[in-house]
């Protein structure tokens, strides 16, 4: 991981990456059908993403992960760490989730009780996500 400031460097347009070889041979055939470098793919792919908020999330959710919550043996909630807010606990085996949810084209606040007997690796989770109590 990079944790450093980018105004710590300069950058010079360049870099290597790894990829699946199934990818390079598509980027490949897409370049080729497209006559265009595959540089250029990777470009105009990287900035279209990176002004996507639909990608930013979908990148946040396959790095990050997300969490079921499970409450008398049936799931209860599924969460991902952009929507969960905090955590407060209730007593030494629950736990209260506020996070917000979009219902319909708003943005609510909504809570979930936890039993952590039955979501073990929760509170792991959450500190791996920062998310504050």
């Known amino acids: 991981m990079n944790n450093r400031n980018s105004s710590d460097r300069e950058f010079s347009g360049r870099f290597q990456i790894r990829i699946n070889p199934n990818l390079h041979k598509r980027l490949f055939d897409l370049s080729n059908g497209m006559n265009c470098s595959i540089n250029d793919i990777i470009e105009i792919s990287s900035n279209y993403s990176l002004n996507n908020e639909d990608f930013i999330n979908y990148l946040d959710d396959y790095l990050h992960g997300a969490v079921m919550i499970i409450n008398n043996g049936m799931p209860t ?8 807010i905090s955590f407060s606990h209730v007593d030494r085996n629950k736990i209260l989730i506020t996070f917000k949810v979009k219902r319909g084209s708003v943005w609510q606040q909504a809570e979930v009780l936890a039993d952590l007997e ?13 998310i504050p109590n």
């Open 77 to 84: 909630a599924h969460l991902v760490r952009r929507n969960v």
């Open 118 to 130: 039955q979501n073990p690796t929760i509170l792991r989770r959450f500190k791996e996500w920062s």
